[in-house]
């Protein structure tokens, strides 16, 4: 069990913080700062690169990610200053995935030739919305023709682009979605996120739903209808699902966030990151303090991580089949009765098989569409004690 992480890969997370504004639905570790000390997160960034390496030597790395926040308001010598690091302390796969999310403004875009001179070879751009009015009510600081110019850039820079869309918007109808959904297919390149509007607690939208002042949202038939819709207009545009919000075309999937989905082993480092390491045959869960003066001040003292959890074998496969089963190719059953001692239960598989909630093969579980629909309660029904 010490090696099962190897079954999913091994990846590099770097988390910066700042945005130029904080968008009303989001609930990411992100704020807004006049100045940065572009130097002193370089410094940190490889102090804990440096940290992080010593626990893991000989790791083949298979992705890194640069996520926030706004990483493309990072200086392109950062960036390149950790691709580089990383390529000193551990074995790069020949096949490394290196993504950078971005804002699709025009200031942004102007660096998009200095990421990839540093090794960034994908970016994902957070356009959200293909039209002006549902961007200002998304709190985006950036129009339609700005994103449509930075998609231009980014795909004359990079042979991989991915781009976020959010749908189940205020006063968003279904032919709405299906004819922005199949504007933005006509720009994809090879991968798109697609997310529906939730309202979380904490963010500003949070608080004007509380009040009442958040009118308009979609009901939840409306919102599966959606969900179901997507899922049509991307298959026939060749970007299928493979995961639940994310479609690509065939080997085009996010290499980093397979990591994730397949249970691998990732180093976390900035402001909130989280991790999941496997140090000495024992794996952990580690997590770094979410303010970003508070992250600085550790890293100066000895370490940006503020949290190291050890996980029990039955955890592992808890998170294992939570993430694995968000996957259209699911699990192997296998695999968790390694990680949890026990098999999954026969009776909730049996009978979600019948519900027609899941494809049970010989090697592996998968959720069907209709399962898909309903995938918490899939996974409550199998992780039930």
């Known amino acids: 069990m010490s090696e099962d992480w190897r079954q999913g890969g091994f990846g590099l997370y770097v988390h910066w913080p700042f945005c130029a504004a904080k968008c009303p639905y989001c609930d990411f570790n992100s704020h807004v700062a006049r100045t940065i000390d572009h130097a002193a997160w370089r410094n940190a960034y490889a102090h804990e690169l440096e940290r992080s390496a010593a626990e893991t030597p000989g790791r083949v790395l298979n992705a890194i990610f640069f996520g926030g926040g706004t990483p493309s308001l990072m200086e392109p010598e950062a960036v390149a200053a950790v691709i580089e690091a990383a390529g000193r302390y551990w074995t790069l796969a020949n096949d490394l995935e290196v993504t950078l999310e971005a804002n699709p403004g025009s200031v942004e875009a102007g660096r998009f030739a200095a990421y990839r001179d540093a090794g960034v ?96 949202l979609p009901h939840d038939d409306l919102a599966a209808d959606m969900y179901d819709a997507t899922q049509d207009i991307c298959g026939a545009h060749g970007m299928s699902r493979y995961e639940v919000s994310n479609h690509s075309r065939p080997g085009s ?54 949290e190291r959890t050890a996980l029990s074998g039955i955890e592992q496969a808890q998170e294992f089949l939570m993430m694995g089963l968000r996957l259209v190719e699911g699990v192997d059953p296998e695999r968790f009765a390694a990680l949890a001692g026990y098999p999954l239960p026969a009776k909730a598989v049996s009978e979600l098989q019948d519900l027609g909630m899941l494809n049970v093969g010989k090697t592996n579980i998968s959720v069907t569409d209709q399962g898909f629909n309903v995938l918490n309660a899939v996974l409550g029904a199998l992780l039930a004690d």
């Open 121 to 216: 070879n994908r970016v994902s751009m957070g356009i959200q919305a293909l039209n002006d009015r549902d961007l200002a009510r998304l709190g985006r600081i950036h129009s339609v023709a700005e994103a449509r110019a930075a998609f231009d850039i980014a795909r004359n820079c990079f042979d991989r682009v991915s781009f976020d869309l959010i749908y189940a918007r205020q006063d968003q109808t279904l032919a709405d979605w299906q004819a922005e959904l199949t504007e933005a297919l006509s720009m994809a390149i090879d991968h798109i996120s697609l997310y529906q509007l939730t309202i979380e607690q904490g963010t500003a939208f949070g608080d004007r739903y509380n009040a009442g002042k958040l009118r308009g």
């Open 253 to 306: 999937e996010s290499r980093h966030n397979l990591i994730y989905w397949h249970y691998g082993d990732y180093i976390g480092i900035g402001p909130g990151a989280h991790g999941r390491l496997t140090v000495g045959g024992n794996r952990y869960a580690t997590e770094a303090p979410r303010n970003p003066q508070a992250w600085l001040d550790a890293v100066r003292k000895a370490s940006g991580e503020s």
